[in-house]
């Protein structure tokens, strides 16, 4: 079967993803998982050495500037699920309009961010990546205020890992997902609706949730 775009948001619609074994791997196969990682928007962490980095403005952000480079960064390991074909349709949704990525900058350099696929109020988080301390977790922070700021009620992590557990991300049974799904589906979000928030919004967050 094609892999096309429309396939592609039907797939995310019913609650699966596509991956491939590595990225010279021409083939994609379909994941739904037993238990799905989940990032609930009002409970993202922002630690004491976050919250200082964000301060601090080391980093510049921006979304939607550099869409391919952020898809080109996760992909650049040791080992990824990223292969052409899957590189190649995603930049076809972003330039649908169905995916979005977030980008931190050092000067004119990109050094980190996140990317994800968005349909109604769901946002299907794919993949982050990091070339400066805490430039991830500075993108998803930016990120999760952002999709709240927009109206999104689910944001999709696909899988848990230690990273995305301590930032607030929990894991919920494959049944309690296709409820979440379905309510979110039925949300009218739009990542492109508003700019990024600022710093301090972001950080006065963090006191109204901690």
Not at 165 to 186: F, H, M, N, P, V
């Amino acid at each position: 079967m094609e892999l096309t775009a429309e396939l592609l948001l039907h797939a995310y619609s019913i609650g699966i993803f596509p991956m491939a074994d590595d990225r010279d791997d021409p083939e994609v196969f379909w994941v739904d998982p037993k238990r799905r990682g989940v990032l609930p928007l009002d409970q993202f962490r922002i630690s004491r050495s976050l919250a200082r980095t964000i301060k601090r403005a080391r980093f510049q952000i921006s979304y939607n500037q550099d869409f391919a480079g952020v898809v080109d960064g996760c992909a650049d390991r040791p080992q990824t699920w990223i292969n052409d074909e899957i590189h190649e349709r995603y930049v076809e949704l972003h330039d649908y309009g169905h995916a979005h990525s977030i980008e931190v900058w050092e000067g004119d350099q990109l050094v980190g961010g996140s990317y994800g696929v968005s349909l109604g109020g769901a946002f299907f988080g794919e993949s982050m990546f990091s070339r400066r301390t805490d430039a991830s977790k500075v993108a998803l922070a930016y990120l999760t205020s952002h999709l709240t700021a927009c109206g999104f009620t689910l944001c999709d992590t696909q899988f848990i890992t230690p990273h995305l557990a301590s930032l607030g991300a929990i894991e919920i049974s494959r049944a309690a997902y296709q409820s979440r799904l379905k309510d979110a589906l039925e949300v009218d979000a739009d990542f492109t609706a508003r700019a990024l928030p600022t710093a301090q919004e972001i950080l006065q967050r963090r006191t109204q949730t901690s």
